[in-house]
């Protein structure tokens, strides 16, 4: 009866909605000390753990039944289940079949560093260790990456037992009341701004657990609180008005999303964006900075290199870093992080956007993945002869963050009470389809406009239109729908592409728009 009450709450558990709340920690010099130190002790048993798992894997591809399951085929019924048993013993008899039976295997080392590690904490990195195992085991990550000297950026707990009173009573990592986060003798304060509503009204609801995170801020190591609190995130209110500041609309949004743009058409507006426009400003000076960075190691490091430039494989020297070198890339992760800042803030906003217009959204399956990937097949030019370039939208969709964006909008959805939808983009291919004359046409890249009635029409908004008038398949285009609302569409798209030729005068567009 017990095991089943434990199973039923960690079914709970897991299905019961969450949002975390970021907060600063308010540290000594001493306090700081001993928390590198335990991230030190952490990043070192994670490594411990996953090398243990390793073991495991090699022992499994080793042995002649792994060679064996894997030649069997998965289309046929006997020879899967014959698959799927080999595999099964396989994994018994060298391996763990859950991270719950693999916390018997770190329980020890966890007791070893019982002083500065509480359980579960342990217990915790364990689990993600053995997550990080999982998806190397099943082909969703090429290797398994062990954590450098200081790469440990984040430990958390299992729950938050907040309840107990006496300070020496928190040996796991806790947050109280009083707003403090105990943890192993640490008391540590947590910064919450006197005029901030939103905080004190998300910490009024219950804490699940708690973590910890570091971040390297101007050059100085800043210490954070995550608390991770059950329910869903308080709607800010408009201090002016009364009302909400971000609501749902109502009815149905298609969205055409790009490597760099996204495209929104709903039935009371018709838009189109530059993903995160902000965030190109600092390339330039990311690249003095990569070339300073540079000519200061070799400058440094004259054993490691060899006389053509090249990096000297065999050399196990230790690198030399100056005193300016370090000033120079502390710069350069300064920029990457409030690049990433402007990047979350542009999507958050575009997110609110997006929701605002109706509560039913919908937008392709892409997977961007793919699109990262270099192409495989090498083709020569027709004009020049030469060989084309195999890059794709790699450095695109690392700097826009499309995929980011989508899983934005499902998040925010989630909070009342519905989800992103997302139909079949091989089934609907609205890029290539005409709703005028019920065919499809496949189009170059450089195509942006289609015509339609005789007037031209932005290829994005045009997708992002039929998306939104998709059948409840997800697979197939209603035409009738697409005929009735198409001149309500028609005026909106005007409209938008009047305002972007505006924009252009005074801006640079992105080429990809087509203006």
């Avoid at 991270?99 to 080392?109: E, L």
């Avoid at 999982?134 to 958390?156: P, R």
Wanted: with cysteine; aromatic share 8%; hydrophobic share 30%.
């Amino acid at each position: 009866m017990k095991n089943k009450k434990q199973d039923n709450y960690k079914k709970d558990k897991k299905q019961t909605p969450s949002f975390v709340l970021t907060l600063r920690l308010k540290t000594e010099v001493w306090q700081e000390h001993i928390l590198e130190k335990r991230f030190e002790i952490a990043r070192m048993m994670y490594n411990s753990f996953l090398k243990h798992l390793l073991k495991c894997d090699r022992k499994i591809r080793r042995d002649p039944r792994f060679k064996q399951a894997c030649s069997l085929n998965k289309d046929d019924e006997e020879e899967n289940q014959e698959r799927k048993k080999l595999f099964n013993e396989l994994t018994s008899e060298y391996s763990y079949p859950n991270d719950q039976i693999f916390h018997r295997f770190a329980t020890p080392m966890i007791q070893h560093f019982s002083d500065n590690i509480d359980s579960g904490v342990g217990q915790k990195l364990a689990t993600r260790a053995f997550n990080a195992y999982k998806k190397y085991k099943y082909g969703e990550a090429k290797k398994l990456n062990f954590k450098k000297y200081k790469m440990m950026d984040s430990i958390e707990g299992k729950s938050n037992n907040s309840e107990l009173t006496k300070i020496n009573k928190h040996t796991s990592l806790t947050f109280t009341k009083d707003r403090m986060i105990h943890w192993k003798g640490l008391s540590i304060p947590v910064i919450v701004k006197k005029n901030d509503e939103y905080a004190e009204m998300a910490l009024l609801n219950k804490i699940k657990y708690v973590r910890l995170k570091r971040e390297l801020v101007r050059g100085k190591i800043v210490w954070y609180t995550q608390l991770v609190i059950e329910g869903y995130p308080p709607s800010k209110v408009d201090k002016n008005t009364g009302l909400f500041k971000r609501r749902i609309g109502e009815g149905s949004v298609g969205i055409d999303i790009g490597t760099q743009t996204v495209g929104y058409v709903s039935d009371n507006d018709c838009k189109l964006y530059e993903l995160a426009p902000n965030i190109d400003k600092n390339e330039k000076e990311m690249r003095r900075l990569q070339r300073k960075l540079d000519r200061s190691r070799r400058a440094t490091n004259p054993n490691k290199y060899n006389e053509n430039g090249t990096i000297k494989r065999g050399n196990r020297d230790r690198w030399i870093r100056s005193k300016n070198y370090i000033k120079t890339r502390n710069k350069y992760i300064e920029l990457h992080r409030l690049i990433k800042v402007k990047r979350k803030q542009s999507h958050e906003m575009m997110a609110n956007e997006v929701i605002s217009q109706g509560n039913i959204i919908k937008v392709e399956d892409m997977d961007f993945r793919a699109l990262q990937k270099r192409m495989k097949k090498t083709e020569v030019s027709e004009k020049t002869g030469k060989i084309k370039r195999k890059k794709r939208f790699g450095k695109s969709i690392g700097n826009k963050a499309p995929s980011m964006l989508i899983s934005i909008i499902d998040r925010k959805l989630k909070y009342h009470g519905s989800k992103i939808i997302k139909i079949d983009t091989k089934m609907v291919k609205a890029s290539q389809y005409n709703h005028e004359f019920q065919t499809y046409k496949k189009k170059k890249l450089s195509e942006r406009w289609n015509e339609i009635n005789g007037e031209k029409i932005q290829r994005d908004l045009y997708s992002a239109f039929l998306i939104k008038n998709v059948k409840d398949d997800n697979k197939t285009i209603d035409n009738e729908l697409c005929k009735r609302d198409y001149e309500k569409f028609r005026i909106m798209h005007h409209r938008e592409i009047e305002r972007l030729r505006n924009l252009k005068s005074k801006s640079k567009l992105i080429s990809s728009m087509g203006l």
